[in-house]
């Protein structure tokens, strides 16, 4: 199942496989757990003790005992797979691209045979082509099926507000709805969080404005937790003592080349794809007085790649593929894009 962040995927899996059927896992469990079947054994709670056998031997009048322990991984997949077989259990898989590609190979390599004995599975990425180790391994062709989960559209993201502030008694006006639902980056969740935001404030009447959004928005960005995620990636690889450039933006602010990368992933319009020839647009627009080459953007970029994937998790929120920048996680590009305006310290 593909498709972008934070958009109900997981929430699909658990509606149409039902919540006691599931086992869920994450791509990122796997930066731990190297062997896949032990590890959906443990977050099953399927008990994986080893194998023991034990010799006696007499000598010289004393019994003499050794011991050898074997641990069976082998004994762990027969396990798995009679334990989900006979407990009509499904293995979602989500965040694939959280995995480190190795084992992604790996994981797919384990599921052809799996799959073949009647395991079921459902494998959660994004849009990307991240999930290549399973779309392009020949030995999984006709065994899978590909569901593309297309990003929430405007007009039914407006709905959310224009249903929940009627059943309020307050007046969206179509415009206004149209501005919330860019904000929310193709996430019912961060719409739902604005107007439930709106429906807070303590001017909050029957009437929505324009101020009354904006509002929301930054109430909404403080609440989530990527403030450590910016500072990781405004300070960039380390400069053993170095200064770097700065360069001077049409708003009067200086700032290096990470700095002006966050601006510019936060400039309107909030997309989650920025190829090469896009970036530099928005450069030209943000620098006055400096000529940044394209080499640079994309050098920044892969630095910023080899520091977040050891991270992990909350930190893998975007990636540099194909000359082209992902913004892997919505909320992040929300936060970025409220925090900046009302964060001086991010110049």
């Known amino acids: 199942m593909v498709g972008p962040s934070k958009i109900g995927k997981t929430v699909l899996c658990e509606n149409v496989i039902g919540q006691e059927h599931m086992i869920s896992m994450s791509g990122n469990d796997f930066s731990k757990e190297r062997d896949f079947w032990s590890g959906i054994a443990k977050k099953a709670g399927i008990s994986m003790s080893a194998e023991i056998s034990e010799e006696n031997a007499d ?70 082509r991240s999930d290549d180790a399973i779309r392009l391994n020949p030995d999984l062709t006709g065994r899978i099926s590909i569901i593309e989960i297309e990003p929430w559209k405007e007009v039914e993201l407006e709905r959310i507000a224009h249903k929940g502030f009627k059943e309020l008694g307050i007046e969206i006006y179509a415009e206004l709805a149209s501005k919330m639902a860019k904000e929310s980056i193709y996430s019912p969740q961060l719409m739902q969080s604005i107007c439930l935001n709106i429906g807070l404030l303590p001017e909050s009447g029957v009437v929505i404005t324009d101020e009354m959004i904006e509002e929301s928005c930054r109430f909404t960005c403080m609440n989530l937790p990527y403030a450590d995620v910016v500072r990781v990636l405004k300070a960039g690889p380390s400069t053993r003592g170095q200064q770097r450039l700065q360069y001077i ?73 194909d000359d082209t920048v992902y913004v892997l996680d919505n909320m992040f590009l929300f936060y970025i894009r409220w925090g900046i305006r009302q964060e001086k310290t991010w110049k």
Not at 61 to 75: D, H, L, P
Not at 276 to 293: A, F, P, Q, Y
Not at 299 to 311: A, G, T, Y
């Open 59 to 128: 000598i010289s009048g004393s019994a003499q005992r050794s011991t050898i322990v074997t641990k069976n991984y082998f004994a762990a997949k027969d396990k798995v797979l009679a334990y989900f077989r006979e407990d009509e259990k499904v293995l979602v898989l989500d965040d694939f691209h959280y995995a480190p590609v190795e084992i992604q190979y790996d994981i797919a390599c384990q599921l052809k045979e799996a799959i073949r004995l009647g395991f079921k599975a459902v494998v959660v990425s994004l849009p990307y």
């Open 249 to 321: 933006l049409e708003d009067g602010s200086s700032r290096d080349i990470y700095g002006l990368i966050l601006k510019i992933l936060a400039d309107n319009p909030p997309l989650i794809e920025l190829d090469i020839d896009e970036l530099m647009e928005r450069v030209k627009h943000n620098v006055t007085g400096s000529v940044i080459k394209p080499q640079k953007i994309k050098d920044s970029l892969k630095n910023w790649k080899k520091m977040l994937e050891p991270l992990g998790g909350l930190y893998q929120v975007v990636d540099w593929k």
